[in-house]
């Protein structure tokens, strides 16, 4: 499993784009090849972290190809207060309750 982070330091309330991101997004990402799990979590009112789930570092690469210049570009970055800090890697442990 692969995982990508961002952080994102939005120009307006997260909970203004909450609904965009849920409704119209999440379901983009779910479509993908190798896609596995998706959470937006507020961190403040104005900031937020992604954490998207890969199969793998390919399945992540092709994602961010396919969804960041054309969803991502025009629905995301125009609300954007300063660029996005992205972290990128191999989980190496995880747990999940059954």
Known sequence: MFA????????????EIRDTIKNEGAPILAGLPGFRDFYLVKSAEDRAIVILLWED????VNGSKVFGPTWF????????ADEQQRSVGPVIVASASN
């Open 4 to 15: 990508v982070v961002n952080h994102l330091h939005f120009n307006i309330p997260v909970d």
């Open 57 to 60: 570092a390919p399945s992540a």
């Open 73 to 80: 570009n025009d629905n995301i970055i125009p609300y954007l």
